[in-house]
């Protein structure tokens, strides 16, 4: 039977775990499953081909990281783009997302932040065994919350820092006022009708629409989305972040630090110099706004200030602004025409072109 594209598309909700086996990966894009004491972690990748005239061995790797009732397919965009001009991109599906090892509706539920820092540790591992170098992190929604908190605990060296409208290390209240100012029930649908289901906020495909994508994006291919995403997910991992939970100092520096160690080890002084993160946000981006992107790479943007004060405590007169060099450290940059999901909406090339440029200038090569 054809279905009603006009007709809105009620989720029924669901506490069991997906049946069926791995699903076919996206062309040009290729995939492996990590070995984990908790279970398998699917790892999807696209490689430079060694004939590209682009591929090149001093480009970073990339590792993305999907956000709430996402996984590796919300990179079936990019990959292959990233791939194409020469870098070795990555994108793991964590713990109860994707085709990776699912702990059932309970143990997800209650899955911390921590727990899933135990999955990423594991993909950039993987990584680093094979290139040889620490990957740049590339993380959307709730997994560049979990990307800066990785970053600030300096669990792995990492080179680079993107942020695609990512929840901000001070913490996701405001996002929270966000969402209910398009869905004022939100919370009583929640309470009343779907028994605190994770899914609930997204229990319709004109939710999924609204929070997620821009009025430009067809409705099939928001099908083909809701199609991906998660059975259910952590509300743990959502909750931990509703208040800052990374101090801004310590991501800088851990950046910083694992960025003079490329720099040395390639022999290289002076690449580099500018942006060592990236901000981007949607321009339609209804949760993740652009006031509260702007704040993020503000806070971040202070914590350098700080970290260039402390390392001229005998400089008194100076006045607080960041070297000269220093100004691309924290970038921001608004992608036209997107919503909150840019790796899939309809204009998804323009935000990948602002991180293409962003990584060329950057590069340590």
């Known amino acids: 039977m054809t ?6 598309y009620i989720h029924k909700l669901t506490w069991s775990r997906p049946t069926g086996g791995p699903r076919p990966t996206p062309d040009g894009i290729e995939r492996t499953f990590l070995s984990t004491p908790s279970g398998p972690l699917d790892l999807h990748f696209a490689l430079p081909t060694t004939t590209s005239p682009l591929a090149s061995s001093t480009n970073p790797p990339l590792l993305f990281i999907h956000g709430g009732f996402g996984s590796s397919l919300c990179y079936k965009n990019y990959l292959p783009f990233f791939s194409s001009f020469g870098y070795s991109s990555y994108a793991i599906s964590l713990r109860g997302h994707g085709d990776s090892y699912n702990p059932g509706y309970l143990k997800l539920y209650f899955t911390s932040r921590q727990t899933f820092l135990s999955d990423l540790r594991y993909a950039i591992r ?41 929840i901000p290390g001070y913490g996701s209240y405001l ?3 966000n969402w209910l100012k398009f869905d004022p029930y939100m919370t009583i649908r929640m309470v009343f009708l779907h028994f605190f289901h994770p899914r609930s906020p997204l229990s319709s495909t004109s939710l999924v629409h609204t929070a997620f994508f821009s009025s430009q994006m067809p409705l099939p291919q928001i099908r083909e989305v809701e199609r991906t995403m998660a059975h259910y997910e952590s509300m743990f991992w959502p909750l931990s972040m509703r208040r800052q939970f990374v101090d801004p100092v310590k ?5 910083l630090g694992t960025w003079a160690d490329e720099r040395k080890l390639r022999g290289n002084k002076t690449a580099g110099q500018s942006g060592r993160i990236l901000v981007v946000a949607g321009e339609g981006d209804k949760l993740m706004t652009l006031d509260l992107m702007t704040k993020l790479a503000e806070w971040y943007r202070a914590a350098l200030i700080t970290i260039r004060l402390q390392e001229k405590k005998d400089d008194n007169d100076e006045s607080p602004d960041i070297e000269e060099g220093d100004e691309g450290q924290v970038e921001l940059k608004v992608a036209p025409g997107v919503g909150h999901h840019m790796m899939l909406d309809v204009r998804w090339r323009e935000s990948a072109e602002i991180v293409l440029e962003w990584l060329q200038k950057t590069s340590v090569s």
């Open 251 to 255: 991501v800088i520096k851990n950046l």
């Open 3 to 8: 279905e009603d594209l006009m007709t809105p």
């Open 126 to 166: 993987h990584i680093q065994t094979i290139h040889g170098t620490s990957p740049i992190l590339i993380g959307h929604s709730a997994g560049g919350g979990l990307a800066q908190d990785l970053i600030a605990q300096n669990l792995e060296p990492i080179s680079g820092l993107v942020l695609l409208s990512a």
């Open 175 to 177: 996002v929270n006022f």
